[in-house]
């Protein structure tokens, strides 16, 4: 087994998906990472107010899906408490 120069690695360009034996699952993450995350990440640091609606924009799709569960979080014990207690 190589394992190749450790003091100098080589990195890649860009990153890829591993050739393994899930590449569906690895094209279903990346879909969905590509769904909640499509803006690049804002560069200008000239305002800082100007900065955080810039930051607010990019992690947005991460801050919707957080919401949704932590929805479900207190939905879900609160509903199943009300059909527990509640039985007619």
């Not at 279903?28 to 909640?36: E, I, N, Q």
């Not at 800082?48 to 810039?54: G, I, R, V």
Request: with cysteine; glycine share 10%.
């Amino acid at each position: 087994m190589e394992l190749g120069n450790i003091s100098q690695p080589v990195y890649g360009p860009s990153p890829e998906a591993p050739g393994s034996s899930t590449p569906g699952l690895v094209g279903m993450v990346h879909g969905f990472l590509r769904l909640v995350q499509p803006n690049a990440l804002p560069i200008a640091l000239c305002y800082l107010s100007f900065f955080l609606f810039q930051l607010l924009l990019y992690e947005l799709g991460f801050l919707v899906c957080m919401a949704i569960g932590l929805l479900f979080i207190i939905l879900v014990p609160l509903v199943g408490c009300c059909f527990c207690c509640c039985r007619c």
